[in-house]
């Protein structure tokens, strides 16, 4: 059995910020950048960082996460584990709905169920099968009905969840977006509606929503004076603006207009003594996705030409000049530690992925033999951001001096329509990047394996795909060192193939105004968290 802390010792971690030392002001409003637009609100739907970051101001799960990042307690009061670590017990806090409704067991067994449910084809129904909830694969496929996946309400404020396997990781998961609480009246009052408009969402968080439109350059949150511990939120509010020009967010930084702002390039080196500067964590790769259905791509030589092909020291260091780090890998540094408390990234190294324009070359004239034709022309997807489009041009430029005969066109677009792209298979190469959702690398070697939602390369590799149902829930589950060693074999395999092409892991240089304290930068599920933050 296993109980949280006295409630007020965990809402003093939570804050991280005892009342009698705030010196700010209260009800400020911090405005932030962003350089994409969100693109949904809807927790069960959502896919991306920016989305995730300002669903977690409106709306918590049973756990949520303290300034490191661990889980800590939200909506969830206290839980028992059984003995066997399949089943828990949640006892869950008073807390209410931004329009007084309580918030009850079953708005968790509503929106899990509809997470699951394949008529909502979300594209994160995977994350319950991770977190070993009992059935969940079998409900999302449709094979069983959703009142079988793992989880029922024993009254208002009891929740159980029941696992197929004991997951170490299972508590991380509750405090990320996707398994949140939805009401299941008002979504049945709006419908498809849901998440577009301030009055088609509820919140239980430290935000409502104010001002919002799908899409939207600009938005507003304001603080829920209805949230369970508004007392220990200091903000009003939060001004979200989308400037994709980082000339133009750097601009509106120094007129006042943005508290926080990101940093691209040279303004790295323009901004780095300034005391406002600071660069943070990020667990994100970036790298491109071949689309193995397209012709020529199929070949594991042209792709490993390609991705050999550029040099990824360049673009970190030369290019994006904003604490980022080459990447000849998937699985991101400082992720998760193995049973011997090394980095993953410490055991397996750095892979065969590093740039070797020589040995790119000899893939390329095995390829050009292989398919019978000496030039290639392919579309690279890249999102509308001048980071992204920078990144771009680089490796179109290095690519194709390297290889001759190959041509990369660059198709510049907003991130949802690349993402929609991608997730139509209507694409040749695409930009694209892959942040962790939870501390173990199957958060990203999932998105390798065949069936997976998120496998839009096509890439196939049985044996790849029986190690990955050997690590998550065959017989390696329960024996650490060996899943270990074969998680480190999974990435080489895909790396071997170029199932993708890495280039680099993100750091993030940002500046924040002196009077803006307590903002939460994350590198797993989440950008930010500005629940903790105060402005002076």
Do not use: C
Request: glycine residues 6%.
């Amino acid at each position: 059995m296993r109980y949280f802390k006295k409630v007020m010792v965990a809402v003093l971690v939570f804050t991280g910020i005892l009342p009698a030392t705030i010196q700010a002001e209260e009800g400020a409003v911090v405005n932030v950048h962003i350089d994409v637009e969100v693109a949904t609100l809807d927790h069960n739907l959502a896919t991306d960082g920016t989305s995730f970051e300002v669903i977690g101001s409106l709306i918590q799960g049973l756990m949520t996460l303290d300034p490191d990042g661990n889980a800590i307690p939200g909506i969830a009061e206290s839980y028992e584990v059984s003995e066997d670590g399949k089943v828990y017990t949640f006892k869950l806090r008073e807390a209410i709905w931004s329009n007084d409704a309580p918030v009850t067991a079953n708005d968790f067994v509503f929106s899990w169920q509809r997470l699951a449910n394949p008529d909502t084809a979300s594209e994160y129904s995977f994350i319950l099968e991770a977190a070993g909830v009992l059935n969940a694969s079998e409900v999302a496929s449709g094979d069983k009905a959703l009142e079988e996946l793992g989880v029922k309400a024993l009254d208002d404020k009891t929740l159980e969840v029941t696992l197929a396997r004991p997951v170490a990781f299972f508590i991380d998961l509750l405090a990320f977006s996707p398994l949140y609480p939805l009401n299941e009246e008002f979504y049945n009052s709006v419908g498809d509606q849901y998440a577009t408009a301030p009055d088609k969402i509820l919140s239980n968080g430290a935000f409502v929503l104010t001002s919002y439109e799908p899409a939207a350059s600009a938005f507003e949150l304001k603080k829920n004076d209805k949230y369970y511990d508004a007392d220990n939120v200091h903000l009003g509010g939060l001004k979200y603006q989308v400037i994709k020009d980082s000339q133009q967010a750097v601009l509106a930084y120094q007129t006042g207009q943005v508290d926080v702002v990101s940093l691209t390039g040279e303004q790295v080196e323009l901004f780095k003594a300034d005391p406002e500067f600071k660069t943070v964590p990020a667990g994100y790769v970036w790298f491109v996705s071949p689309n193995n259905k397209v012709a020529g791509l199929e070949n594991a030589d042209l792709r490993l030409a390609l991705a050999l092909a550029f040099d990824r020291e360049v673009i970190a260091n030369n290019v994006l000049k904003d604490g980022s780090n080459a990447a000849s890998y998937f699985i991101p540094t400082n992720l998760a530690n193995g049973p011997d408390a090394k980095d993953f990234r410490e055991t397996a190294g750095d892979g065969p992925l590093v740039t070797d324009v020589a040995k790119a070359q000899e893939h390329f004239e095995k390829a050009k033999e292989a398919l019978g034709r000496d030039t290639f022309t392919y579309s690279l997807l890249v999102e509308d951001t001048e980071s992204a489009i920078n990144v771009a041009q680089s490796l179109e430029a290095q690519i194709e001096a390297n290889l001759p005969g190959v041509d990369i066109v660059l198709e510049q677009m907003p991130k949802k329509t690349r993402l929609q792209r991608m997730q139509d298979g209507d694409y040749d190469l695409a930009l694209h990047r892959w942040g962790p959702d939870y501390r173990d690398p199957t958060t990203n070697l999932q998105l390798l394996e065949t069936n997976s939602n998120y496998n839009n390369m096509n890439w196939s590799n049985d044996d790849f795909d029986a190690l990955y149902e050997a690590v998550t829930i065959g017989d390696l589950v329960d024996k650490p060192e060996e899943r270990w060693a074969a998680m480190i074999e999974a990435e080489n395999i895909a790396l071997s193939e170029a199932a993708i092409f890495p280039i680099y892991q993100k750091g993030s240089a940002v500046l924040v105004k002196s009077n803006v304290k307590g903002v939460d930068f994350m590198t797993v599920g989440t950008n930010r968290i500005f629940v903790r933050a105060t402005k002076d």
